[in-house]
């Protein structure tokens, strides 16, 4: 089992959560602990069960400040198996010098986005470096 301990924000304020990960039959358990908030979810990748419980975390207005939940971070279908995923620049095609890992902290809270923001960012992006 690994554990993440990761800073949240709910709109006003800050505080400590931890995610706590454990891999096995070829799935990813996380389990997120703050506060009164118990939140388990489950997937085939680490990324995609983030994503899950962000959604769940999103109509509480609790956002995670970790690099998963960057607007300017996705990973590609190469890295998304694993725990990284690429820092995405605008015009630029990810590279190995961009990857980082999706539960590392992040102190930036104005670069945390929604999962719909990231979404859209990302399809901005891929239009950008791959149809211009």
Not at 122 to 129: A, F, P, Y
Request: hydrophobic fraction near 40%.
């Amino acid at each position: 089992m690994r554990k993440y301990s990761l800073k949240c924000h709910n709109g006003s304020n800050y505080f400590d959560s931890v995610i706590s990960m454990v891999a096995s039959h070829g799935r990813v358990e996380l389990t997120f602990d703050a506060e009164s908030i118990h939140i388990v979810v489950e997937d085939y990748y680490p990324f995609l069960a983030l994503t899950q419980l962000r959604l769940q975390l999103e109509p509480m207005g609790i956002k995670i400040l970790c690099n998963g939940s960057r607007l300017d971070v996705y990973p590609s279908s190469a890295v998304i198996i694993g725990f990284k995923a690429y820092r995405l620049e605008k015009g630029m095609i990810g590279s190995k010098d961009n990857l980082c890992y999706i539960f590392d902290p992040t102190e930036d809270l104005s670069k945390i986005a929604t999962v719909a923001e990231q979404w859209d960012y990302w399809i901005k992006w891929r239009q950008d470096v791959f149809y211009h």
